[in-house]
């Protein structure tokens, strides 16, 4: 019961000192407003790049034509060589007189072209298989394997585009993801400093509480919890524009940008994780902070 005394009187006096020196906590608390949000930015921006990519990879399809004769039994016959493909995520079969009667409805130019073909066999189209991976960079050894089954005409993928849209949605991830890091980094680097400038300013205080024998931990544990509340205070408002700011952005947009191809992610809980991952910043680093800059006064 006494230790938890002890951490409730220091949380109370950690609280009041804030508020004490609020012109310094104001300046931390500042700090640590624009540098958060900065990180908010970039992490909405970083998650939705990779959601966009993924949307794309997971959309690229690998369409097989069969022979123009092929029977219907030895259509069957490749729909289980397919299954037996690794990597082979899911696949559905395109019938040429489906296919017909989907393009006849979509263009009248069509219409009037394919209309004289309601037979199977005079039907110039042909059947395909659309093919979708699980690993988009294996595209190419599936489409080579797709390509070597007997009845199989021809496979198209969008070859040396695709390797190339992997290529650049790797360097965009990886781009994204050293942003956010570095600005983690950077974050942590500018809030620490701005608080230490805070406990600097206060090394008299520091001394005092030296002289009348107060212990390292007994000096260390206020200035830390200090530290946790202008990390906490200073996490409030880039929460609540990265809540409020990023579902307004995303019903004005009706959750795309341009185009439907370009998906947003939805506000919940992608913001609530967002938010999280702020505040933990924020606390973490603002207790840091204040450790090392107390630390230096006490020689440890």
């Given at each position: 019961?006494?230790?938890?005394?002890?951490?409730?009187?220091?949380?109370?006096?950690?609280?009041?000192?804030?508020f004490?020196?609020?012109?310094l906590?104001?300046?931390?608390?500042?700090?640590?407003v624009i540098?958060?949000?900065?990180?908010?930015?970039?992490?909405?921006?970083?998650?939705?790049?990779?959601?966009?990519?993924?949307?794309?990879?997971?959309d690229m399809?690998?369409?097989?034509f069969?022979?123009?004769?092929?029977?219907l039994?030895?259509?069957?016959?490749i729909k289980?060589?397919?299954?037996?493909?690794?990597?082979?995520?899911?696949?559905t079969f395109?019938?040429k007189?489906?296919?017909?009667?989907e393009m006849?409805?979509?263009?009248?130019?069509?219409?009037?072209?394919?209309?004289?073909y309601?037979?199977?066999?005079?039907?110039?189209?042909l059947?395909?298989?659309q093919?979708?991976?699980?690993d988009?960079?294996?595209?190419?050894e599936?489409?080579?394997?797709?390509?070597?089954?007997?009845g199989?005409?021809?496979?198209?993928y969008?070859?040396?585009?695709?390797?190339q849209?992997?290529?650049?949605?790797?360097?965009?991830?990886?781009?994204?993801?050293?942003?956010?890091?570095?600005?983690?980094?950077?974050?942590?680097?500018?809030?620490?400093?701005t608080?230490?400038?805070t406990?600097?300013?206060?090394?008299?205080?520091i001394?005092?509480m030296?002289?009348?024998?107060?212990?390292n931990?007994?000096?260390?544990?206020?200035?830390i919890?200090?530290?946790?509340?202008?990390g906490?205070?200073?996490?409030i408002i880039?929460?609540?524009?990265?809540?409020?700011?990023?579902?307004?952005?995303?019903?004005?947009?009706?959750?795309?940008?341009?185009?439907?191809?370009?998906?947003?992610i939805?506000?919940?809980?992608?913001?609530?994780?967002?938010?999280?991952?702020?505040m933990?910043?924020?606390?973490?680093?603002?207790?840091?902070?204040?450790?090392?800059?107390v630390?230096?006064?006490?020689?440890?």
């Amino acid at each position: 019961m006494k230790a938890f005394r002890i951490l409730g009187r220091n949380i109370r006096d950690a609280f009041k000192s804030v508020f004490r020196n609020f012109s310094l906590s104001l300046a931390s608390i500042a700090c640590i407003v624009i540098t958060l949000l900065v990180v908010s930015i970039a992490i909405i921006l970083s998650f939705n790049v990779n959601n966009f990519t993924k949307a794309v990879e997971k959309d690229m399809t690998i369409v097989a034509f069969l022979d123009r004769d092929i029977s219907l039994e030895r259509i069957e016959e490749i729909k289980d060589e397919i299954n037996l493909i690794n990597n082979v995520e899911s696949f559905t079969f395109e019938d040429k007189m489906t296919i017909s009667s989907e393009m006849m409805e979509e263009s009248g130019d069509f219409n009037s072209i394919l209309e004289k073909y309601d037979d199977r066999e005079d039907n110039p189209l042909l059947d395909a298989f659309q093919v979708k991976v699980t690993d988009i960079n294996k595209i190419d050894e599936v489409a080579k394997e797709i390509e070597q089954i007997d009845g199989v005409n021809s496979v198209k993928y969008g070859e040396g585009m695709v390797e190339q849209l992997v290529s650049v949605f790797d360097i965009v991830k990886k781009v994204s993801y050293g942003v956010v890091i570095a600005l983690i980094i950077v974050t942590a680097f500018l809030i620490s400093n701005t608080i230490k400038i805070t406990i600097f300013s206060r090394k008299r205080e520091i001394e005092i509480m030296r002289l009348v024998g107060a212990s390292n931990i007994n000096i260390k544990i206020p200035f830390i919890l200090e530290g946790l509340f202008l990390g906490l205070f200073g996490s409030i408002i880039p929460i609540l524009v990265t809540i409020i700011g990023y579902e307004a952005l995303y019903n004005s947009f009706n959750g795309q940008i341009m185009s439907p191809f370009i998906q947003l992610i939805t506000p919940l809980p992608f913001t609530y994780i967002v938010s999280l991952v702020l505040m933990a910043i924020g606390i973490l680093v603002g207790m840091f902070g204040s450790w090392r800059a107390v630390r230096k006064y006490l020689k440890i």
